[in-house]
């Protein structure tokens, strides 16, 4: 076993480990924020950590899995922002404190 | 059963709290369980897709990432005006 095969190894199975703990948190969590903070993080780290480990393995999976690691790397945060928004809005208007939208 | 076989089957593991929280949970919080659910398939695609060594199955995790961005903006917008 050569130390590329190791490096990639760890990078593959810490990514399927971040994603599988998000996993566990999210069913563990107890409100809308808590669960979009699992969300976020196994949503960046576990693609790039994933990604890594194939860019060292394949050629032209790799171009294609560091393609979609950048694709969730830009559109996470924005979707999680916009859940955040919402479910912050239902809560206000739950409330009766106004219905801004 | 390659290693990168063995690590897409054990990540397909995480959608079974995806689902118990998207069945039982209000709504914001089963959206964001859906796109959980959509980063656990799409990596877990690339795994296969390796694994397999057809890069061709890649394309299968792109076209999820990008519709299941455009699909959960669309759930954000019903849950403002409607959730």
């Given at each position: 076993m050569s130390v590329k095969d190791f490096v990639e190894g760890l990078l593959v199975v810490g990514g399927v480990a971040v994603v599988l703990v998000s996993c566990l948190g999210l069913a563990v969590g107890r409100d809308a924020y808590d669960r979009l903070h699992f969300l976020s993080a196994g949503g960046t780290v576990g693609p790039i950590l994933v990604a890594a480990g194939i860019v060292l393995e394949a050629g032209l999976d790799g171009l294609k899995a560091i393609l979609v690691a950048a694709i969730f790397l830009v559109t996470g945060p924005v979707l999680t922002h916009a859940i955040a928004r919402a479910a912050r809005l239902a809560e206000e208007r739950s409330r009766g404190a106004g219905g801004q939208r | 059963m390659n290693p990168w076989l063995v690590a897409a089957a054990v990540l397909l593991l995480g959608l079974v709290p995806c689902f118990v929280v998207a069945a039982r949970s209000a709504s914001p919080d089963g959206l964001v369980a859906l796109q959980l659910a959509a980063v656990v398939v799409a990596l877990a695609i690339l795994l296969l897709a390796v694994g397999f060594d057809r890069?061709?199955?890649?394309d299968a995790a792109i076209l999820i990432v990008l519709l299941s961005f455009a699909g959960g903006m669309a759930f954000v917008r019903f849950l403002q005006r409607w959730g």
């Open positions: - | 890069s061709i199955y890649a």
